[in-house]
T-cell receptor, first 114, second 114 residues
Framework: AQKITQTQPGMFVQEKEAVTLDCTYD???????LFWYKQPSSGEMIFLIY??????QNATEGRYSLNFQKARKSANLVISASQLGDSAMYFCAMRGATGNQFYFGTGTSLTVIP | DAGVIQSPRHEVTEMGQEVTLRCKPI?????LFWYRQTMMRGLELLIY????????DSGMPEDRFSAKMPNASFSTLKIQPSEPRDSAVYFCASSLRGLNYGYTFGSGTRLTVV
């Protein structure tokens, strides 16, 4: 069975500080992809970052990086230098070897405090 | 690229009426997904298509819901008859098939059934 767990329903961070959003996953697939999406209050779902299970290096996209620890089955999102516009809901997701559906976590609501 | 296009953006309808949501995926994407998002249940996969063929509709809540994909550039989600508990944001997403491809989401349709 595939499962994504996000244990932090809400997080607060001071502007310009870094924040880590936790994500753990469970899968029996030998290869898989891990994704993070951002959903601001306007409602759209925005792709942030991707990590393949066989990638040797952690993925980075601008201020976003993915702390991938395969043995622990964790794929935490790190946002550096938080900005007010980072306030949003963040979803972790996984796509398995069949390449079909995504499995989403329940999301973490991030609030950036000025 | 115009992205995934959903219409309408907002729909308010009376209980018992038929509602049709529309989606145009990104050209070349061979997988299409319909999700429903509510505060209580989060993101729920309703149905997905590969190459216009429905693969898994186990998330469709009941027979009142139906989805079609007559061609690679168009899909519909129909609710007949609608009920107040169907009120939610409905997302369409498309992607290439494969574990390293993310979804591109449409802007969603906010459905309110009164």
């Amino acid at each position: 069975a595939q499962k994504i767990t996000q244990t932090q329903p809400g997080m607060f961070v001071q502007e310009k500080e870094a924040v880590t959003l936790d994500c753990t996953y469970d899968t029996s697939d030998p290869s898989y992809g891990l994704f993070w999406y951002k959903q601001p209050s306007s409602g759209e779902m925005i792709f942030l970052i991707y990590q393949g299970s066989y990638d040797q290096q952690n993925a980075t996209e601008g201020r976003y990086s993915l702390n991938f620890q395969k043995a622990r089955k964790s794929a935490n999102l790190v946002i550096s230098a938080s900005q007010l516009g980072d306030s949003a809901m963040y979803f972790c997701a996984m796509r398995g070897a069949t390449g079909n559906q995504f499995y989403f976590g329940t999301g973490t609501s991030l609030t950036v405090i000025p | 690229d115009a992205g995934v296009i959903q219409s309408p953006r907002h729909e308010v309808t009376e209980m018992g009426q038929e509602v049709t949501l529309r989606c145009k995926p990104i050209s070349g994407h061979n997988s299409l997904f319909w999700y429903r998002q509510t505060m209580m249940r989060g993101l729920e996969l309703l149905i997905y298509f590969n190459n216009n063929v429905p693969i898994d509709d186990s998330g469709m809540p009941e027979d009142r819901f139906s989805a079609k994909m007559p061609n690679a550039s168009f899909s519909t989600l129909k609710i007949q008859p609608s009920e107040p508990r169907d009120s939610a944001v409905y997302f369409c997403a498309s992607s290439l098939r494969g574990l390293n491809y993310g979804y591109t989401f449409g802007s969603g349709t906010r459905l309110t059934v009164v």
